[in-house]
């Protein structure tokens, strides 16, 4: 029993050595050995790798995938005719020399990109500082980019401790102006929108006076000529109907007398609670009275 315990013992004492002494490097990373403390190599290939069991050797791994870096602080930037501009911006970027990466910036990808987010902000702050806003918005946005990228490389670069680190691409994302300026902005735009919904709407209003004093004068005109129309034709149709009660009432005289004469009493006698007080020997009972004596006769 006890020598098949050795056994098992000594077998897994192997297999954690074995394992302490075996390591797989991925395809997204670089592996680092450390033999002491001190960079022994560097594994850029991908796969199963050996080394020395701990204390002796240890290892380390380091992103080598393509990298993105975007500005995170709002602070304004003084342009050539001295407006303040935010500007956003993004850096593409790799490690491409673990070795120095390590020595000369950090142990892993946060302090590259705390390093490099100062240079690209204060190689922004030199560029937008050489060029006006409509420079910075049209005509030389491509030149910035790519001035602020070699500036970017050449701090990255440097001969007498390199970084370890490339720089893909450098773009800008948004040009606006500082917040204090765009509220100022914005309102003159307020304010200018307001004069002019104020000029229209003037305009407006004078426009719809006079378009109404138009249909007013036209209203007019149209009822005063209708009224006009109508008095000719009543004229006309009473001077004809008086040429045709002449001409009728002229045959028979005496017809057209009692003829008027009832219509003179249909007029008094309207309603029944009429009341006339007439002297009866009066004129306007003519008609009774021939007509009472003319029965008498017969």
Do not use: C
């Amino acid at each position: 029993m006890n020598r098949i315990g050795f056994i098992l013992s000594s077998l897994l004492v192997a297999l954690a050595l074995a394992s302490s002494m075996l390591f797989v490097v991925d395809q997204r990373q670089f592996g680092v050995v450390y033999a002491l403390g001190q960079i022994k190599s560097v594994i850029t290939e991908p796969g199963l790798h050996v080394k020395l069991p701990p204390p002796f050797q240890n290892v380390s791994y380091v992103d080598k995938r393509l990298l993105t870096l975007k500005s995170s602080d709002t602070e304004p930037t003084l342009t050539a005719e001295k407006q303040r501009v935010v500007i956003d911006w993004y850096v593409r970027w790799r490690i491409s020399d673990p070795q120095a990466y390590i020595r000369n910036v950090g142990l892993d990808e946060r302090a590259g990109s705390d390093q490099l987010k100062r240079v690209v902000r204060n190689s922004f702050q030199q560029e937008v500082n050489k060029r006006t806003v409509k420079e910075l918005l049209s005509s030389q946005r491509e030149q910035l980019m790519a001035d602020v990228k070699r500036e970017v490389l050449a701090a990255v670069r440097g001969a007498d401790k390199p970084w370890g680190m490339d720089v893909v691409d450098v773009r800008i994302t948004r040009v606006d102006y500082a917040e204090t300026i765009t509220k100022s902005v914005y309102d003159r735009m307020e304010a200018e929108r307001k004069r002019v919904a104020n000029e229209l709407r003037s305009t407006g209003s004078a426009d719809g006076e006079k378009i109404r004093a138009d249909a007013d004068r036209q209203r007019e005109v149209l009822v005063a000529q209708a009224f006009r129309d109508a008095q000719k034709v009543k004229g006309e149709g009473d001077a004809e109907a008086a040429r045709i009660y002449a001409q009728a009432f002229g045959k028979d005289p005496a017809f057209a007398q009692f003829y008027r004469s009832l219509e003179a009493y249909k007029a008094s006698f309207a309603n029944r609670s009429d009341m006339l007080v007439l002297d009866p020997s009066s004129e306007f009972f003519k008609a009774m009275r021939s007509s009472g004596s003319a029965a008498a006769t017969r």
